[in-house]
């Protein structure tokens, strides 16, 4: 069983649609969750940064987080073409100073028609 | 706004060759992670260095790859004696601090992109 799980997609949307992208992991020793978007041939670029249960809102990004079911989502609001976009879900494998790589999920790619 | 820099973007190396990939971190950090990402996989850890010390080389293939990170100059990941399972992209990572809730964020450079033929 991989450590983090998500879904490949695609996920294809209309403009303006909430959209919902999921992960799931195995170690509940995960303290620290990210998102990040990866454009075609680009790097990714960190969206949002989570350490806690709950939901964490930036702009038209909300991250949510459920420790006790080991399950993490980011919801996109009114999306936008440009959105258009791999999304990596990733978390410290560790928690020691010395540890610090993170694990990524394999990426849900989103495409929004317009 | 100088964010983490890679370079070349793209590299093309025979088989037997080496290849060099160089890392500028973001001004200020002093924590570079390397990064594999192959084709139609996910991004997969190879190493942590901070400066003149390598933190953790878990991820790292065992012959072949190593990697410095100098008190002065870029971090450099060098692969010896390249094989075509090396194509892949190479992305750094840099984090500004060890301590803290906030101490795993990392911010990731353009790649680059090795391609062995």
């Known amino acids: 069983q991989k450590e983090v799980e998500q879904d490949p997609g695609p996920l294809s949307v209309p403009e303006g649609a909430i959209v919902s992208l999921n992960c799931t992991y195995s170690?509940?020793?995960?303290?620290?969750f990210m998102w990040y978007r990866q454009y075609s041939r680009k790097g990714p670029e960190l969206l949002m940064y989570?350490?806690?249960?709950g939901n964490k809102e930036d702009g038209r990004f909300t991250a949510q987080v459920d420790k006790s079911s080991k399950y993490i989502s980011l919801f996109i609001r009114d999306s936008q073409p440009s959105d258009s976009a791999t999304y990596l879900c990733?978390?410290?494998?560790?928690?020691?100073?010395?540890?610090?790589?993170?694990?990524f999920g394999s990426g849900t790619r989103l495409q929004v028609q317009p | 706004n100088a964010g983490v820099m890679q370079n070349p973007r793209h590299l093309v190396r025979r088989r037997g060759q080496e290849a060099r990939l160089r890392c500028s971190p973001v001004?200020?950090?002093?924590?570079v992670y390397w990064y594999r990402q192959l084709p139609e996989e996910g991004l997969k850890f190879m190493v942590y260095?901070?400066?003149?010390?390598?933190?953790?080389e878990s991820g790292m293939p065992k012959e072949r790859f190593s990697a410095e990170f100098p008190k002065e100059g870029p971090s450099i990941l060098r692969i010896q004696q390249v094989v075509r399972g090396d194509s892949a992209a190479y992305f750094c990572?840099?984090?500004?601090?060890?301590?803290?809730?906030?101490?795993?964020?990392?911010?990731f450079g353009p790649g680059t992109r090795l391609t062995v033929t």
């Open positions: 260095l901070q400066k003149e010390n390598i933190i953790d």
């Open positions: 990572a840099s984090s500004p601090r060890n301590t803290g809730p906030y101490s795993y964020e990392q911010y």
């Open positions: 989570t350490y806690s249960s």
């Open positions: 001004k200020g950090h002093s924590h």
């Open positions: 170690n509940s020793a995960f303290q620290y």
């Open positions: 990733a978390m410290p494998s560790r928690m020691d100073t010395g540890r610090r790589a993170l694990t």
